[in-house]
Nanobody, 118 residues
Framework: QVQLVESGGGLVQPGGSLTLSCTIS????????VRWYRRVPGKEREFVAR????????MYGDSAKGRFTISRDNAKNTAYLQMNSLKPEDTAVYSCNAYRPGATTSYWGQGTQVTVSS
């Protein structure tokens, strides 16, 4: 059974930093594609970042470019999202998603709330 568990969310002041974690079981992160998304109530889910298991290729949504970094630790089977220079508009529930390349099924975590406010 595949499970994704996010952690690391919380309240941070504008300009601050947070690192989110996505700990995965049932999938090998080094052979999977992991993505971070975020959602604000009343808005569509927004793509944030992606990392490929093979080759470490990364991709970012426009809102994340230059401020966020996605990475993974194969030994811990965990993906991370380092978020710097946070803005109030980054406030959202952040969720990770993972799937095996070529698979039609992807898996989601429960999400973690990030609130950027003074």
């Amino acid at each position: 059974q595949v499970q994704l568990v996010e952690s690391g969310g919380g309240l941070v002041q504008p300009g601050g930093s947070l690192t989110l974690s996505c700990t995965i079981s049932g999938l090998t992160v080094s052979r999977s594609i992991v993505r971070w998304y975020r959602r604000v109530p009343g808005k569509e889910r927004e793509f944030v970042a992606r990392i490929e298991g093979v080759g470490d290729s990364t991709m970012y949504g426009d809102s994340a470019k230059g401020r966020f970094t996605i990475s993974r630790d194969n030994a811990k089977n965990t993906a991370y999202l380092q978020m710097n220079s946070l803005k109030p508009e980054d406030t959202a529930v952040y969720s990770c998603n993972a799937y095996r390349p070529g698979a039609t099924t992807s898996y989601w975590g429960q999400g973690t709330q990030v609130t950027v406010s003074s």
